[in-house]
């Protein structure tokens, strides 16, 4: 167990719409922790591993990644693999999310590492539960820190 | 220029033909020979016989004429020894001569010799008469010695036309045994040439239908590219299109996931403002205040249901498609499926609905095993047996026959009922995604026939329906007895 450094959750969703409802459901869980929201692969992964993407930059980091699958430029499968082939950032737990309940793809996912899957349904109260139930899990567990 | 199968036949046929009648040419001439040469030789042996009797003969009377000489010059009576044997040979010799087959010159010839043998017997008769003067004048006055050179000369002709005819014989045989080998040498040559034609016609021929087959080889092999290239199209084609309806769906769904959660967030604000307003109660009546109680209670409230329902109404529309793309992209693996089995637990997962309703499932005669894939299969018949127990005319029990009628590579399989049916326009309708016909009493987004026709053609067969409305509907699923998959459709 480290100090209390608290945890950042770092949200990787394109959708605007769907970053505002993730968030309020967290923070309706209680969660206060620092949100910061990306909207695309690209400039996730270079505040993951740093601009020179070796991840040193989150060598002291604790981070929580909040992952679509579904961005503009890149596939959260990519972010997937680069975050947890890393050797700062793959103890960070992940939580895929994603509009897709491909088995094939889910097993993917949980193949390469994540930690939890959700998939986003229409069905809003399923949803924001299964949100707030992620709030309380990580209101719990603190995030070891590296090294 | 090609030789057509016909004129193959006919000319090899011809060529045939014309080398047994050479070969019979030839062989008739060799019978030919031997009987001409079987006859010719006795002719020739004849000619022989009557050539050697005729000299006998004259050799005998000259024995004759010396037992006549020598008796007479001497008077011994021992001297006739040769006259008398002479005397006996004689017409053993004669008779020999004729039947060697001398004719015409026999007559003058015996003739002559009888008038010899007189004179002989004469002259001797004179002599043993103690008249040997009167004999010996007999024999000088020359009569005897003429008659004896007409002899020699009759012998003579007779052994010159024997020699001539042997000699005719044996030339008119030289010409036949040429003959015989000019025809055998001609039809000789005949034979080989149209051996040799109809070789060449065969070579020819053979070497065509190698051509030929070998050009169809070919055609086949390309016609196997084309269908391969055209099939891979149109997997292509399937393809995307199932991409596509994926990614449809898929995108769909985010904005749909905002509108559904924005939706609850709005009635979660409402639910605060419904609060406020049962806290203020009815403080404050002036009309907008009214206006604005009124909208919190009844119009936000409907508007919000109503945004409800149309967007589950949209989720269950693409997860309708998802689904088909997902089953559309499904790779298929056959298997032996019992039918009976497959149509019997069909029948068993709507026990309660059939009991509900009073209505029966049969199966009639035996279905058949065919090789294809379970699951599809089980989808397909299970969603027809669902969708005649679905639509059973009310008040009417529901007779469900489920039977086979098979054929040589494929199998029909009708499942019928006696339920509300399908008015003719809709026949084809009902197949399509979303569509649905007849009174709308009965859950449903439109999508298991549409599933069920994709499924089938997928299968490699096809559904077709035959409905009289108010009377009943039949489904006919016509499928390969075995399925194939190609590798394409697994990549």
New interface residues.
């Given amino acids: 167990m480290s100090n209390g450094k608290p945890v950042c959750i770092v949200m990787i969703e394109d959708?605007e719409?769907?970053a505002r409802?993730i968030e309020?459901n967290i923070r309706r869980a209680g969660v206060n922790n620092e949100i910061v929201p990306f909207t695309n692969g690209t400039d996730a992964l270079n505040f993951l591993l740093g601009d020179d993407g070796s991840g040193a930059a989150s060598e002291h980091r604790h981070l929580l990644i909040l992952l679509d699958l579904?961005l503009p430029d890149m596939t959260g499968i990519d972010i997937l693999e680069k975050v947890k082939g890393n050797l700062h950032t793959r103890l960070s737990p992940v939580v895929v999310l994603t509009?897709?309940d491909?088995q094939r793809e889910i097993q993917r996912c949980y193949d390469l590492g994540a930690n939890v899957y959700i998939t986003?349904?229409?069905?809003?109260?399923g949803?924001?539960n299964a949100i707030r139930q992620l709030g309380l899990f990580f209101s719990v567990i603190q995030v070891p820190e590296i090294g | 220029m090609p030789i057509a199968g016909k004129t193959f036949i006919r000319t090899s046929v011809a060529l045939v033909l014309a080398s047994v009648l050479a070969l019979l040419a030839i062989v008739a001439t060799s019978l030919a020979l031997v009987e001409g040469t079987r006859s010719r030789t006795e002719d020739v042996a004849r000619a022989q016989d009557t050539r050697l009797h005729a000299y006998r003969l004259l050799s005998v009377v000259q024995d004759a004429e010396t037992g006549q000489r020598g008796y007479l010059l001497t008077g011994d009576a021992s001297y006739l020894q040769p006259h008398e044997t002479a005397q006996r040979e004689l017409p053993v010799e004669l008779a020999a001569l004729e039947a060697s087959g001398v004719k015409d010159r026999i007559g003058v010839l015996k003739t002559a010799i009888d008038g010899k043998m007189a004179e002989l017997q004469h002259t001797i008769d004179l002599v043993r008469g103690g008249r040997q003067a009167e004999a010996m004048q007999i024999v000088r006055g020359g009569h005897g010695k003429a008659v004896m050179e007409q002899i020699r000369a009759e012998v003579d002709q007779l052994t010159n036309s024997s020699n001539a005819r042997v000699q005719a014989r044996l030339l008119s045989l030289r010409d036949q045994a040429e003959t015989l080998r000019q025809v055998s040498i001609g039809g000789g040559v005949l034979i080989i040439l149209f051996a040799a034609a109809a070789g060449w016609t065969v070579l020819r021929y053979t070497r065509e239908l190698v051509v030929a087959r070998n050009e169809t080889a070919k055609l086949n092999a390309e016609l196997e590219d084309r269908v391969l290239a055209r099939t891979r199209d149109l997997t292509r084609a399937n393809d995307e299109i199932q991409k596509f309806a994926y990614i449809v769906s898929?995108?769909l769904?985010?904005?749909?996931?905002?509108v559904?959660?924005?939706?609850?967030?709005l009635q979660e604000s409402l639910g605060t403002l419904e609060a406020h307003f049962a806290e203020t109660g009815g403080a404050e009546a002036t009309p907008s205040a009214n206006a604005a109680r009124a909208a919190v209670k009844d119009d936000i409230p409907e508007s919000i249901g109503f945004i409800r329902a149309s967007?589950?109404k949209m989720?269950g529309l693409i997860n309708a498609i998802l689904k088909l793309s997902?089953e559309g992209g499904r790779v298929l693996s056959p298997e032996a499926v019992n039918l009976e089995d497959l149509i019997s637990r069909a029948s068993d997962a709507v026990r309660h609905q059939l009991e509900e309703r009073g209505a029966t499932v049969s199966i009639e005669g035996t279905l058949p095993t065919v090789t294809s894939d379970r699951l599809a299969l089980e989808q397909v018949f299970g969603n027809l047996i669902d969708n005649a127990v679905k639509y059973l005319k009310p008040g009417r029990p529901g007779r469900i026959a489920v039977r086979a009628r098979p054929e040589a590579s494929r199998v029909t399989i009708e499942v019928e009922d006696n339920g509300r049916g399908v008015a003719p326009q809709d026949h084809e309708r009902i197949f399509e995604l979303f569509r649905r016909s007849g009174v709308q009493d009965q859950r449903g987004e439109g999508i298991g026939l549409a599933h069920v026709r994709a499924l089938v053609r997928r299968l490699g067969g096809d559904i077709t329906v035959e409905s009289t409305l108010g009377e009943g509907s039949t489904f006919r699923v016509r499928l390969p007895r075995t399925l194939v998959v190609s590798d394409r459709s697994a990549s």
């Fill in positions: 959708d719409g769907h409802l309020r579904n509009t897709t491909d986003k349904p229409v069905d809003y109260e949803f924001a | 898929h995108d769904r985010a904005p749909l996931v905002n559904m959660g924005f939706t609850s967030e967007t589950s989720d997902r």
